[in-house]
């Protein structure tokens, strides 16, 4: 049994050592790398950069000629037309025929090149709204890292409370047993002592909670053992800010994604009606065409002329009747050879046929397809321009908002130095008093409790103040780092 015993204990131990040697301590930075590569997000806000870019650049060669080439081949049979004489023929026929064309926009109210611009600028916007998906992820990442941080403090002030009140518990039931104080006093410490084990198993779940939504912001799964780094925080020095919310805001207006995006919107939009109105312009292109076929109908003897001088030779036109005697004329026969089969190369090259044209279309009535287009278009850009109001205007209201808060937050964080270092004073004496008999358990707990409410108090106050003054420092592009 004994054996059995040692054997578990062992074996937990080594697990928990396992578990602890696994636990990886992550740095604010790693959570920030890690959760922009996971991000879906930023992943989906990747994927629209790279939908921008396929646009832009279609855009730019649609301004390029375009060429287009294709061919056909088929069979016939009975009576059909030879596509190489446009004579009616009886027999089985195949043949085929090889095409190309080419166009080029010449003029159309500069809608091409104005779409190109627009697409540019799109392009341009989406990659500012890549950036504002990435900031919010870091924002996100670093609120929940700064939750974490200050739940583990608030642990630990429970915790320090914890081992105050069986501190002293340990020591007046030694000195009930000797009968210096009364019973009641240790029943008391004893109630105290279960309402501080309450009070840190709700730390531990408030923690515990905390560490969870940074795990599904890193997209981690809830098993993965998992712990941050904390780090040496001096906020003294940081508690008067040389910057006004005017300044702030002026760096922020230059350096922040969505107020670029809404920007860059609103000049597209506007390149969007130019575009749209070169509709209401004539459109002119040059076109040509090349087109050339084979027939095995054609394909049979042929003559073929050699450039030579032509010679007269007497040919028959007919037979006299009755006695079936040719009769014959003179005729010019030109000079050449005659071959046997057309075969497809020589088809080809012969019936090449080319053409060239220029187009002029005139849009004259289309049902108000155009001309509503257009005033889509003029609509589209007065909303872009209180987009753009809008944008900045949140981005005002927010750092004025954030500037007041840490302003308040380094006040009432002072406040709450001077609130702790009372109450540390005031329980010290508090417990010496009690350890006398000097006062009864009702003031000792009351000085405790205010104690440990004022540490909390302080450190909800510094964490607020932290937060708030990191996320003025993110909108002037300051590093985020603790």
């Not at 005659?338 to 002029?360: E, F, H, P």
Request: glycine content about 4%.
């Amino acid at each position: 049994m004994m054996k059995r015993v040692i054997f578990v204990t062992l074996l937990l131990i080594t697990t928990l050592f396992a578990q602890a040697q696994d636990k990886k301590v992550w740095t604010l930075q790693e959570c920030i790398d890690y959760a922009l590569q996971n991000s879906l997000d930023v992943k989906r806000s990747l994927l629209n950069v790279e939908t921008s870019q396929i646009n832009l650049n279609q855009s730019k060669f649609q301004m390029l000629p375009t060429l287009n080439g294709g061919s056909s081949f088929g069979y016939n049979w009975g009576r059909s037309i030879d596509p190489t004489t446009n004579l009616f023929v009886t027999q089985r026929i195949n043949s085929f025929n090889v095409n190309g064309s080419t166009s080029l926009l010449l003029f159309n109210g500069f809608r091409l090149f104005n779409t190109y611009k627009q697409s540019g600028l799109d392009n341009d916007a989406a990659a500012e709204d890549f950036t504002k998906a990435k900031n919010d992820v870091i924002l996100n990442v670093i609120t929940l890292y700064t939750s974490v941080i200050f739940n583990k403090e608030l642990l630990q002030n429970a915790q320090s409370q914890l081992a105050t009140t069986t501190q002293q518990l340990e020591r007046t039931r030694k000195l009930s047993d000797a009968g210096s104080v009364p019973v009641g006093n240790v029943l008391d410490l004893e109630a105290q002592q279960a309402t501080n084990e309450l009070n840190q198993i709700n730390r531990e779940n408030t923690l515990n909670i905390s560490i969870l939504q940074l795990k599904q912001a890193l997209q981690l799964p809830a098993s993965t053992v998992m712990d941050i780094e904390v780090p040496q925080l001096d906020i003294d020095s940081e508690l008067v800010m040389t910057e006004t919310p005017e300044q702030i805001y002026n760096s922020a207006y230059e350096i922040l994604p969505q107020v670029k995006s809404a920007r860059i919107k609103l000049q597209s939009s506007l390149l969007n009606v130019k575009a749209t109105r070169g509709s209401l312009y004539p459109r002119l292109s040059i076109n040509g065409n090349l087109f050339s076929n084979y027939s095995s109908a054609a394909d049979r003897s042929r003559f073929i002329a050699d450039g030579g001088l032509p010679t007269t030779q007497q040919v028959p036109v007919g037979y006299v009747q009755g006695s079936n005697a040719p009769v014959v004329r003179d005729a010019l026969v030109p000079s050449g050879v005659t071959v046997d089969g057309y075969g497809i190369s020589d088809q080809i090259k012969d019936n090449i046929a080319r053409s060239a044209s220029l187009s002029l279309q005139i849009p004259i009535f289309n049902g108000y397809q155009t001309r509503a287009s257009v005033q889509r278009s003029i609509i589209s850009s007065e909303q872009a321009t209180i987009n753009l109001k809008d944008t900045e205007n949140q981005l005002r209201q927010l750092i004025e908002s954030a500037y007041n808060d840490a302003s308040a937050a380094a006040k009432t964080y002072q406040s709450a130095m001077k609130q702790v270092k009372a109450r540390t004073e005031a329980f010290r004496m508090s417990k010496q008093r009690f350890d006398f008999g000097a006062v009864n358990f009702v003031e000792y707990q009351t000085a405790e409790n205010a104690l440990f409410q004022a540490e909390s108090d302080l450190v909800r106050a510094k964490y607020d103040f932290i937060f708030k003054k990191k996320v003025l420092d993110f909108y002037q592009g300051k590093p985020i780092e603790y």
